[in-house]
């Protein structure tokens, strides 16, 4: 005979797995609060990391490889970092400025940040959430239109944490821009638009060591 | 010692203004070269006096008034109004910092290097003392209530002012025409004939063509301003960001200059400091500029009135005809080759033009450009402005040598190589052209750039009372578009430009400018060959007037005489011809400036006379640069010392 009171552990320990089974089920949404971003509301402001505050040139010099070649049909791929915040920005200065291959394998265990960005455009794009549901993370994002006169690229640091080993695929998708622009006549862009501004869908593995 | 006082001033100005802009990135030589621009009594032109506005969406914060997060305590608006005079309140349609960055370039005294990279580029305006007066309209996007906001603007501050709009609108619908003929365009055109002010666009940019924001970028009678980006440290490629796809229709073109407007060094909100991309920071660029000539031109009103100097020099043509004819089109330093060409134009042939503009592609010229060949016999003549980069590279140093002269009016007699003139026609015909004939001889091989322009008339279709001011529900009258070649020319008054030789006739021309479908005729042309000329404005037609009123500038360069002082050829009487002198004096002719055979203090006399001047102002009754008048300043202890050394030798009298 099995005791009861082993019955009942065993019950539990199954039922606490399986909450968690379904908790890792469920969507998770990471809050725009905790992204790094440079022209985008409701996030923090990159400029406020140190390593900008420190060396305002690092940033600079993003913004300016940002800018779209003139024959570009189509953007080039979003992709993801180790660390968050600082390094991560670094990181990502290594790969959008300096031309390094972003990494495409990563080990578990350790914090991971995707880079999302957006070419010099005379849009703002504004990240509309983040949610990752287990291996797969889709990011959401709007046009928004402004009658000055300038041009303004974007970039965000989205941090994800520590994931677990697997393969992953980051989508990145259009909203509709808010009915009021278009109301005051301005035109949604095309999708061939957003393809040349916006950074595409990508994909990464992270590995047990 | 008024005068001494005066000097010492001066001194302290160009000492604290060198030091304060020598790293300028858009300011500086590489990029519109307004830094230490003088007034003719060679103090420093910062805009002091002139009053200049703003229309966009917001306005810029004041310090003071708006919070220290929001303002910049070096960027100081003279006032701040929302549409047609309604206060302001604090921290309100401030959209998000991008009036005070504009109104920064204009206006900016911030000279420190603090927050950015330190690379010296601190963000001083260029018109630092102007009193920048801004008018945000209400109504956001594109709808004829929003069209009548921003007129409603633009009209509350527009009275003989010079207005940057570094903004835009979308059209009623995706099919509507840029042919002027929106609400928005006519009204802001009918601004600029009503008030006599100059309008000062930004032009279309960016990739996607569903977000262009083209109106009024085809108005006639203001400017519109395309950004260029660096190439080789030097602002003077058509930046690969604007977008021509929502040009004029047509065969007109939407745009008149191009200015820096790609990494542009700001102060922005707060004490922040950025950089920032746009033909929203290519505009103010060029209104700056012209209200540094507009306080040159009231200095010389009040000092110095004359036939040169009046009320005809503040017209928004003026200032538009200067800016746009002495734009960059090719580096005149002897190196640039044309097209099928083998040898380089030589050095002092391309008016003293400072950089070489490239298209997009960052390879063609003005020459593979449809405007170029204004030959009587090219097709230049009918396209006055190339698309991409309108007359050329706003360079403020030269608008200066361009304005410099004053008015010349032709009735006067032959008029300086260098020069402008607010005239009006006499009707129409070949027997009514106004005619400019040009002092002495035009050298074969260099180049004579001219520009006019003229207003189109805009009417009321609907003025309600008062009249003759824009009010809300009035409605301007839109002319009836073929829709072929927009616009037709009932709209305007059509005028040519033709350049002849001396005593010829338009059947003799040897260059024109004579497009139907626009408000602005261009030549630039090189002269085949040594000898006079004369260009001629014609009234083609009398669609809209009997006569016309219009604002032409020219720079051509004399055959001679030689510029004396010139002692090395280079074009230009500066210290390199100085040291010439002096190391050749009393024992050789190398710098014989008055042709007896020796070098003396003659010749030292014409160098001092001439000092400052170029082979293209020597016939324009220009005056020395000021800062040559500085180098004669520091120099003068050398010269000195070096005249009493040789004449205590007794071989020469003082």
Redesign the interface.
């Known amino acids: 005979m099995v005791p009861v009171r082993t019955l009942a552990i065993a019950f539990a320990v199954l039922a606490v797995s399986a909450a968690a089974a379904l908790a890792d089920d469920k969507p998770v949404k990471i809050p725009l609060k905790e992204v790094w971003a440079l022209n985008m509301p409701e996030t923090r402001d990159i400029r406020q990391l140190d390593a900008v505050r420190n060396?305002?040139?690092l940033l600079?010099s993003l913004?300016?490889a940002l800018?779209?070649?003139?024959d570009a049909k189509q953007a080039s791929m979003g992709f993801v970092v180790l660390g968050e915040g600082n390094d991560a920005l670094r990181t990502a200065h290594e790969v959008l400025v300096g031309g390094d291959k972003p990494r495409v394998r990563l080990p578990a265990g350790q914090k991971i940040t995707a880079v999302f960005f957006s070419y010099?455009?005379?849009?703002y794009v504004h990240l509309d959430e983040v949610i990752r549901k287990e291996c797969a993370i889709r990011i959401t994002y709007r046009?928004v239109?402004?009658?000055?006169?300038?041009?303004?690229e974007q970039i965000a640091l989205i941090p994800l944490g520590e994931l677990a080993a697997g393969k992953y695929s980051v989508r990145v998708e259009l909203n509709a821009m808010d009915k009021k622009?278009a109301?005051?006549?301005?035109?949604?862009?095309?999708k061939a638009?957003a393809l040349?501004?916006v950074c595409r869908a990508f994909h990464f593995i992270v590995v047990d060591n | 010692m008024k005068g001494a006082v005066h000097f010492v001033v001066w001194l302290f100005f160009a000492f604290v203004a060198a030091h304060a802009i020598a790293s300028q990135d858009t300011i500086g030589p590489d990029g519109i070269n307004s830094a230490g621009l003088t007034l003719f009594n060679g103090m420093p032109l910062n805009g002091s006096g002139v009053d200049i506005g703003q229309v966009e969406e917001g306005r810029p914060a004041l310090p003071g008034y708006d919070s220290p997060a929001n303002s910049n305590s070096f960027v100081q608006p003279h006032a701040a109004y929302i549409q047609n005079g309604q206060d302001i309140k604090p921290d309100m349609n401030l959209d998000a910092g991008h009036p005070t960055i504009v109104a920064g370039i204009m206006i900016s005294t911030d000279n420190h290097d603090d927050t950015m990279p330190p690379n010296g580029d601190a963000p001083l305006g260029i018109a630092p003392m102007a009193r920048l007066t801004s008018s945000a309209y209400v109504t956001a996007g594109g709808s004829l209530a929003a069209y009548r906001d921003y007129i409603l603007a633009l009209q509350f501050i527009a009275n003989g002012n010079y207005v940057n709009q570094s903004t835009g609108k979308p059209k009623l619908s995706p099919g509507d025409l840029l042919d002027g003929n929106s609400q928005l365009t006519l009204g802001v055109d009918w601004v600029a004939q009503r008030y006599d002010a100059l309008n000062v666009v930004a032009g279309n940019q960016g990739q996607p063509t569903s977000q262009m924001l083209p109106l009024p970028t085809d108005q006639f009678n203001g400017m519109t301003i395309a950004r260029s980006q660096k190439l080789g440290g030097v602002y003077r490629q058509v930046s690969t960001q604007n977008n021509y796809t929502e040009d004029a229709d047509g065969e007109r073109t939407s745009i008149s200059l191009i200015a820096p407007g790609d990494g542009v060094e700001v102060a922005g909100p707060g004490t922040s400091e950025s950089i920032v991309n746009g033909t929203s920071y290519a505009a103010p660029h060029v209104t700056a500029t012209a209200a540094l000539l507009r306080q040159y031109a009231e200095e010389r009103i009040t000092n110095a009135p004359s036939a040169l100097w009046g009320p005809n020099s503040r017209h928004h043509q003026v200032m538009k005809a200067v800016l746009m004819n002495s734009a960059d089109k090719m580096k005149d330093d002897g190196t640039f080759i044309p097209p099928g060409e083998t040898n380089p134009i030589p050095q002092g042939r391309l008016l003293g033009m400072e950089r070489t503009v490239v298209m997009q592609d960052g390879i063609s010229t003005w020459f593979n450009s449809d405007a170029y060949d204004d030959s009587i016999d090219g097709q230049g003549q009918f396209f006055p402005l190339d698309e991409q980069m309108g007359a050329g590279h706003l360079n403020a140093h030269r608008a200066l040598e361009q304005f410099r002269p004053g008015e010349r009016d032709f009735n006067a007699g032959e008029v300086p190589m260098i020069g402008w003139d607010y005239g009006t026609t006499s009707g129409t015909g070949d027997l009514n052209a106004n005619r400019y004939q040009l002092q002495g001889n035009l050298l074969g091989g260099s180049f004579v750039s001219i520009t006019l322009v003229w207003d189109r008339q805009v009417t009321f279709a609907s003025d309600t009372v008062p009249k003759n001011i824009y009010n809300s529900g009035d409605s301007f009258a839109p002319y009836s578009d073929d829709g072929i070649n927009p616009p037709d020319d009932s709209i305007i008054n059509d005028l040519s430009l033709y350049l002849v030789e001396k005593g010829g006739s338009i059947a003799q021309a040897v260059a024109a400018s004579i497009s139907s479908v626009g408000t602005v005729e261009h030549i630039f042309f090189q002269i085949p060959e040594t000898g006079g000329y004369e260009f001629w404005v014609v009234q083609e037609d009398d669609d809209v007037g009997s006569t016309q009123d219009y604002a032409v500038a020219w720079w051509a360069m004399s055959a001679g005489p030689m510029l004396g002082g010139d002692f090395n050829n280079d074009g230009i009487v500066n210290a390199a011809d100085l040291a010439v002198w002096q190391s050749n004096f009393g024992s050789g002719s190398a710098a014989d400036a008055d042709g007896d055979g020796d070098t003396d203090g003659n010749d030292f006399a014409i160098w001092q006379r001439n000092l400052g001047m170029t082979a293209a102002t020597i016939n324009s009754a220009a005056v020395p640069e000021p800062a040559a008048l500085l180098l004669l300043a520091l120099c003068a202890p050398l010269i000195l010392r070096r005249r009493v050394a040789v004449f205590s030798e007794g071989s020469l009298t003082p």
């Open positions: 060396d305002p040139a600079e913004r300016r800018k779209p070649k003139l010099e455009s005379p849009f046009f239109p402004h009658e000055t006169k300038e041009t303004t622009y109301e005051q006549g301005f035109s949604t862009p095309s638009d040349r501004i």
